[in-house]
C-alpha cells in the first residue's frame, strides 16, 4: 500500500512514515498544499494522511481536488480540528475516515489497511491464494499452514501479488506501489525482492516471470522455472 503523507510538521510526518514503513507500507510526504497536489498527480496513492492546515491550498481544498477528479485514492483526515461540527465538515469534503491530534500510531495502521479494503475492487481482510495466505493486519504470511518470515519489503509486493488474484503486475507497477518515490525507477530492487521472496516461500514456485511483461502469482503447476 502506498500512501501520500500531507503534514507540515516534519517531526510529526517522519515519524508517521517512519511507523508506516515498519508495517510494510509505502510513504512519500508533502509538506504543503502545491507539493501535495504535483505528487498525487505524478504517482498513484492508495491513500493519503491529509492534515487540513497546512500552507497553500489546505487541506480541504486538496480534498475537494481528490472528489472533483474521481480518484480511486482514500482519504483520511489526521488533524487537531476535533470538534464535531469539524468532523462532520470533514466527511461532506469527501474525507473516507477522520482521525484526531494525539493519535495511536496503531490506530492509523488499521484505519489505512481498513481504507484499503474499500476501494473499486474490494479486497479481502486476509488474502489466500495457491495456499498462501496473506494477512495484512497481523502482517502475516502463511504458506500450507507454515509461518514464513519476511521482510517488509518482501512483504509489501507479496500484498500487491496476492491482491492482483493472478493478474499480471510489472515490475514498474510494484515499484510505483511498494517503493516510495526516491526509488531509482532503474534499480533491479524488484528483481532482487522478488528472488528473496521465492526463497522464502519455497518450493514449488508460486510467483511466475511472465517474460517481457512482469510476474503474478499462479498455481505451483503452471508455474516454471523461477526467473527475473
Known sequence: MRVLIVEDEPFLADAVRAGLRLEAFAADIAGDGDTALEMLELNDYDAVILDRDIPGPSGDD????????????????????????????????????????????RELVVRLRALSRRSDTPRP?????????????????????????LSRKQFAVL?????ANGGVISAEALLERAWDENADPFTNAVRIT???????????????????????MAAPATTAAPGS
Open 62 to 105: 486538496i480534498a475537494r481536488h481528490l472528489v472533483a477528479t474521481g480518484t480511486r485514492t482514500r482519504i483520511l483526515m489526521l488533524t487537531a480540528a476535533d470538534r464535531l461540527d469539524e468532523k462532520v465538515q470533514g466527511f461532506e469534503l469527501g474525507a473516507d475516515d477522520y482521525l484526531t491530534k494525539p493519535f495511536a500510531m
Open 125 to 149: 481482510p486476509v488474502i489466500d491464494i495457491h495456499g498462501v495466505t496473506i494477512d495484512p493486519f497481523r502482517r502475516e504470511v502463511h504458506r500450507d499452514g507454515r509461518l514464513i518470515s
Open 159 to 163: 500484498q500487491v501479488l496476492g491482491e
Open 194 to 216: 522478488i528472488s528473496g521472496l521465492r526463497k522464502r516461500l519455497g518450493e514449488p514456485w508460486v510467483i511466475e516471470t511472465v517474460p517481457g511483461i512482469g510476474y503474478r
